[in-house]
C-alpha cells in the first residue's frame, strides 16, 4: 500500500513543484561592482562590443535585478534575436548569458520571461549600441 501512493505521491509533488517556477519573480541577482564586462550581439546588425564602464554596467545589471519576469513557454527552436548578452564577472568567468528581445521580454534558460512589474532598459542598450559601434 505505502509504495502504490508513494508512486502517486512523488510525480505528483514534482509536477506541483514545476509548477512554481511559472509564478513570477525576481530571476536575477547579480552584484554590479563582481563585473568586469558585458558583451552585447545586436541580432539586427551583427555589431559586436563589450561595455566595460562602471556606469553602464550598473544600471544593466540593476535594472535586470529589479524586474520581476513571469516564465513563459520554451524557447527551442526560436531564432533570431535583438540583444544577445554575456554578462562577465571579475575572473572573466560567464556569469549570465540572455537574449533581451524587446523592452519586456528576455530569453533565459530555454524559456522566454516577461517582465510583470518594469521594463527592461531596452532602449539604453539601443543607444549604447549606437555609442559603440560609432567608436569601432
Not at 501512493?5 to 552584484?31: A, E, M, Q, R
Not at 564602464?53 to 544593466?60: C, F, G, Q
Not at 528576455?106 to 539601443?126: P, V
Request: net charge neutral; aromatic share 14%.
Amino acid at each position: 500500500m505505502k509504495w502504490k501512493t508513494l508512486l502517486l505521491v512523488i510525480p505528483l509533488l514534482l509536477v506541483l513543484l514545476y509548477s512554481f517556477t511559472f509564478v513570477p519573480h525576481k530571476v536575477f541577482n547579480i552584484d554590479p561592482n563582481n563585473i568586469l564586462k558585458i558583451h552585447i550581439v545586436d541580432g539586427n546588425t551583427g555589431e559586436r562590443f563589450d561595455i566595460t564602464s562602471e556606469e553602464e554596467i550598473h544600471t544593466i545589471t540593476t535594472n535586470l535585478n529589479e524586474v520581476t519576469f513571469k516564465k513563459g513557454k520554451l524557447s527551442a527552436g526560436y531564432m533570431g534575436y535583438r540583444f544577445a548578452t554575456t554578462i562577465y564577472d571579475k575572473n572573466g568567468d560567464v556569469l549570465k548569458e540572455l537574449i533581451i528581445n524587446s523592452s519586456d521580454t528576455i530569453r533565459y534558460k530555454g524559456f522566454f520571461y516577461t517582465a510583470t512589474d518594469k521594463t527592461l532598459e531596452y532602449e539604453y542598450i539601443d543607444n549604447l549600441v549606437e555609442k559603440y559601434v560609432s567608436k569601432q
